[in-house]
């Protein structure tokens, strides 16, 4: 029976990765993926890493529309007791002073009293915004209020507390697009990507035959390449049925193992691993026809 010959049969084998790195060189595979494969696309980047986005984002910027869209989409009434009386505590004036003597006194019927902390507690909600109108400081309350809030927050403080640490990348994207850097993150991100992504990366293209150059480097470093690209293809269910690459298979296969062989076997052991892995080229197969018909025989159980 004729079988098909590994390139690597003992326990200890090294992997067909480690086999192409090993011919390529970790230099090459750096230096291919930085000029070919390194990533530029921003969105896919924080979709990968979204926390990169906190390193490269202007936050002054950021903050500063954030906290003036607060301003124009909230009125006094979106706000609690609380909050109106922190305003009215911190900015208190002679009016606001008058207008919460008057109403205390209306709620107990008394003609004269001095302010006193205390008056601010029993006020109601209508009456606090009522102190807050007479002075006619609806708008700085709002603003006061919301600055106070955020005016010392992060970006990330800010986008975290609305939608949580774990936001999507995608969503994140969304909402920062306009503030980050997007040079620095490409940047960063391909600074920060490891070999073994690039050499992943990097062997990924062997597959594509529309993208010959790390193939063509491959066989310009040693023609006996073919049988490991032949087979690490195989093992990764990518294509082999180019003409020019058959060729040179069935070529260095016979030549790696005349000894063991007549070259008509060779030949024949060859083209069915080719056919039975991937599929012969029309041309090879025409041009091989004296030597195919060894395939169909029984005694080589092909």
Do not use: C
Not at 6 to 25: H, I, R, V, Y
Not at 58 to 74: A, C, N, R, T
């Amino acid at each position: 029976m004729i079988v098909k010959f590994k390139l690597f049969e003992n326990s200890q084998q090294e992997s067909l990765e480690d086999k192409l790195e090993e011919q390529l060189g970790e230099e090459f595979i750096e230096e291919y993926y930085d000029d070919n494969l390194a990533e530029e696309d921003v969105k896919e980047i924080i979709i990968m890493w979204p926390s990169i986005v906190w390193d490269n984002i202007d936050d002054d910027d950021y903050v500063k529309d954030f906290i003036q869209d607060e301003i124009d989409s909230l009125t006094i009434d979106d706000y609690s007791d609380s909050e109106l009386k922190e305003y009215i505590e911190n900015n208190l004036t002679d009016s606001k002073e008058k207008s919460i003597i008057k109403i205390y006194n209306k709620k107990n019927k008394k003609t004269e009293s001095e302010y006193d902390d205390d008056m601010l507690e029993d006020l109601t909600e209508k009456q606090l915004k009522k102190v807050i109108s007479k002075d006619n400081e609806e708008d700085d309350f709002v603003r006061y209020t919301v600055e106070e809030r955020y005016s010392n927050e992060t970006a990330q403080d800010i986008i975290e507390s609305l939608f949580g640490r774990n936001i999507e990348g995608t969503e994140l994207y969304k909402i920062v697009s306009q503030y980050i850097n997007e040079d620095d993150i490409i940047t960063q991100f391909n600074d920060n990507t490891d070999y073994s992504r690039k050499k992943e990366e990097v062997l990924g293209r062997l597959g594509r035959l529309y993208e010959r150059d790390i193939q063509e480097k491959l066989l310009e470093i040693d023609e006996d390449n073919i049988l490991l690209l032949a087979e690490y293809l195989e093992e990764t269910g990518n294509k082999f049925d180019d003409y020019d690459l058959q060729k040179k298979y069935i070529k260095k296969y016979v030549e790696n193992n005349s000894e063991n062989n007549s070259e008509s076997n060779l030949r024949a052991i060859a083209l069915k691993f080719l056919h039975d892995s991937f599929k012969l080229d029309p041309d090879v197969k025409e041009e091989y026809v004296d030597d195919l018909w060894l395939i169909n025989i029984e005694k080589y159980n092909l």
